[in-house]
């Protein structure tokens, strides 16, 4: 059955990508490069087609359950993951020094909730109708053969959000539902590999 067949391999890549991410904190901790760089290699090849048939086939069919804010949720969350698994792989050709090993090792600990989180989705497509699970499991299958890299559906995932809270500023009755909550600038600067190596503070400490 689809649902049977959708769930034994949802899990199952859920179970690799916690293993691979359990294997990089350890390579990590130990300040081995080449573990790194080859553990966010296989992270990043495992977790983009993945992700893909998540935010474009399963997310959405669970809007009929759990109903429109509470995927808008997921896939807010998802894209955060998705930035985080890019910046990850990023982060695999700098030199890893002790400020790449502690961010890398924040990086990892942002994505292994997504997976523990994610895993249980997979109990609530058992009760959607057999064309919703056909559907998703269709789409499971064609990412494995599309193989698309991570870098482009980060890319992709962030126009598209992009795009949707556009619109949702152009309806007056949704400003203010859809208002963020004000942040300090410090808190809202996104943190990045590159702005971290070349952090100025840290460039005149170095130059002293």
Do not use: C, W
Not at 24 to 30: G, V
Not at 40 to 64: G, N, R
Not at 108 to 124: E, I, K, N, T
Request: proline share 5%.
């Amino acid at each position: 059955m689809p649902v049977n067949d959708f769930t034994e391999v949802f899990r199952d890549e859920h179970r690799q990508l916690r293993d691979m991410l359990l294997g990089l904190i350890a390579a990590f901790e130990s300040s081995d490069s080449e573990r790194v760089r080859q553990g966010i290699e296989e992270m990043t090849a495992h977790a983009a087609p993945h992700f893909q048939y998540e935010q474009q086939a399963l997310y959405p069919a669970l809007a009929v359950i759990h109903g429109d804010s509470y995927v808008e949720k997921l896939l807010e969350e998802h894209e955060q993951a998705l930035e985080a698994a890019q910046l990850l792989a990023e982060l695999a050709e700098e030199e890893l020094d002790e400020e790449a090993v502690e961010y890398g090792l924040e990086l990892v600990r942002q994505l292994l909730p997504h997976v523990s989180d994610r895993d249980g989705l997979a109990v609530m497509v058992e009760v959607l109708e057999p064309a919703a699970v056909e559907k998703i499991h269709k789409a499971q299958k064609e990412s494995k053969k599309g193989r698309v890299s991570l870098a482009a559906l980060t890319k992709r995932t962030k126009k598209s959000a992009a795009k949707g809270k556009k619109a949702s500023r152009v309806t007056p009755r949704n400003r203010k539902a859809t208002a963020a909550p004000k942040q300090s600038a410090k808190a809202s600067r996104p943190r990045t590999p590159k702005a971290r190596k070349h952090h100025p503070a840290k460039a005149a400490k170095r130059a002293k």
